[in-house]
């Protein structure tokens, strides 16, 4: 357990808006959070996941985000600090990990218990920041949305993002289904052996998915939408399934050039234009599955569910069937060049931040002599809580249970 922070002030990483509108992160202190209450725990943050709803964020195009200034994050790992009332699941000192509702990117949080857990021991603190935000939605859309069955046909985007990896690793938990999927060129090395078949994501990809799959996909998951929600439609067999779960093509344009986002925000729209008579001649189904809402605005009942979820999610760790990949650490400090790595899709997995500069990490950095400069890339990247230094990185960076 790291020594205690006395200091009456914690860092924390806010949006803030400046007099011309433009969002920026900045790091910053503030106070102490207080103690916890009923049904509450106060948690030291080790270790944090950046999603790219973070990113969506970042540029003030996540719907229902909090008016600036506000601390940002959707989950984190740590220790529990204290226990309000009502708190049974947990105590003082336990490793755990939270899905929260924005907030999480502060050395010390205070989160509702529904949405807290005790980690696995063999789990570190940055294979749990990144877990439960990949992995609750990946199993989600496969399982219990798109109840994907063994001999089908599935295509997914962003093969080399958190949840590309989650979906990667859980459809090997399905004998005999055929793995579609696009993601950037210079990411296949990595991919390839993993997924059955690979395309670039910036080319039409309609037609080579057409001859592999002459009858259609049974399943589509969809987090760019723009022009693949179309072409997503398009590709679905009789009975088939879309899913959209994220909106990543409002960034396919430069970021900083209003013009581009503005024109990344039309062809999002055009996804306005489906037509029900039309999914109903079909016999298509199309869906929406959005996990920051259901943090929002569920109720009890669906918390619960999303344990229920979180719970199964540890098993298949525990059981080697999943291993969560970590791309590349940094601290609070380098948050932007975190988020960057997001926004230019350079990333295999996760990106995490952590409050606090770990020596361990350095030492690691400075063996890998083809890491990024002041991270390091890894699946297996060593967190306060792990010593496991001596992993080759390239060696499965998704590490999906060596099934294939």
Same mark, same amino acid.
């Given at each position: 357990m790291t020594a205690a922070n006395t200091s009456a002030e914690i860092k924390a990483i806010v949006v803030q808006q400046t007099f011309t509108g433009k969002r920026e992160l900045k790091l910053t202190t503030m106070p102490k959070p207080p103690p916890p209450g009923d049904g509450e725990i106060l948690i030291r943050v080790k270790a944090c996941g950046i999603n790219f709803n973070d990113v969506l964020v970042r540029y003030g195009l996540l719907e229902d !985000? #909090?008016?600036? #200034?506000?601390? #940002?994050?959707?989950?984190c790992s740590g220790e529990v600090l204290d226990i309000g009332p009502n708190v049974t699941h947990v105590d003082r000192g336990d490793r755990v990990v939270a899905l929260t509702r924005f907030s999480a990117w502060a050395e010390q949080i205070v989160v509702k218990k529904d949405l807290v857990f005790k980690i696995p021991k063999e789990m570190s603190f940055r294979e749990?920041?990144?877990? @439960?935000? !990949?992995?609750?939605?990946?199993?989600?859309?496969? /399982? +219990?949305?798109? $109840?994907?069955?063994?001999?089908?046909t599935l295509l997914f985007h962003s093969a080399g993002g958190g949840v590309g990896v989650a979906l990667t690793q859980l459809s090997k938990l399905v004998p005999n289904l055929t793995l579609m999927a696009t993601a950037s060129s210079h990411k296949f090395d990595v991919l390839r052996a993993h997924i059955h078949y690979l395309f670039e994501?910036?080319?039409?990809?309609? +037609?080579? =998915? %057409?001859?592999?799959? #002459?009858?259609?996909?049974?399943?589509?998951?969809?987090?760019m939408a723009g022009e693949d929600c179309e072409?997503?439609?398009? *590709?679905?067999?009789?009975?088939?399934?879309?899913?959209?779960?994220?909106?990543? &093509?409002?960034?396919?344009?430069?970021?900083? $050039? *209003?013009?581009? =986002?503005?024109?990344?925000?039309?062809?999002?729209?055009?996804?306005?234009? =489906? &037509?029900?008579?039309?999914?109903?001649?079909?016999? %298509?189904?199309?869906?929406?599955?959005?996990?920051?809402?259901? *943090?929002?605005?569920? !109720?009890?009942?669906?918390?619960?569910?999303?344990?229920?979820?979180m719970h199964k999610v540890f098993v298949?760790?525990?059981?080697? %069937?999943? %291993?969560?990949?970590?791309? &590349?650490? /940094?601290?609070?400090?380098?948050?932007?060049?975190?988020?960057?790595?997001?926004? +230019?899709?350079?990333?295999?997995?996760?990106?995490?931040?952590? @409050?606090?500069?770990?020596?361990?990490?350095?030492?690691?950095?400075?063996?890998?002599?083809?890491?990024?400069?002041?991270?390091?890339? !890894?699946?297996?990247? &060593?967190?306060?809580d792990d010593d496991d230094d001596d992993k080759d990185p390239e060696e499965f960076r998704l590490n999906s249970s060596s099934s294939q």
């Open positions: !985000s #909090p008016r600036p #200034p506000f601390v #940002p994050g959707f989950e749990a920041a990144v877990l @439960p935000v !990949s992995y609750l939605t990946a199993y989600i859309l496969l /399982f +219990e949305i798109g $109840n994907v069955k063994s001999g089908q994501h910036d080319t039409d990809y309609t +037609e080579d =998915i %057409k001859k592999i799959a #002459p009858e259609g996909v049974d399943l589509v998951l969809d987090c072409r997503g439609l398009a *590709l679905l067999k009789f009975n088939g399934k879309y899913v959209m779960y994220g909106t990543s &093509s409002l960034l396919s344009w430069d970021v900083k $050039n *209003l013009f581009g =986002i503005t024109k990344g925000m039309t062809n999002w729209w055009q996804n306005d234009k =489906i &037509s029900c008579l039309r999914l109903f001649q079909d016999s %298509k189904s199309i869906h929406g599955f959005n996990l920051i809402q259901l *943090l929002l605005h569920g !109720s009890n009942e669906t918390r619960r569910y999303l344990s229920d979820i298949l760790y525990k059981e080697g %069937k999943i %291993k969560p990949v970590v791309d &590349s650490v /940094f601290t609070f400090e380098e948050v932007n060049d975190a988020i960057g790595k997001l926004v +230019e899709r350079k990333n295999i997995g996760k990106v995490v931040i952590e @409050p606090f500069l770990n020596t361990k990490a350095e030492k690691v950095k400075k063996m890998k002599a083809n890491a990024t400069p002041g991270r390091q890339d !890894s699946s297996s990247t &060593s967190g306060p």
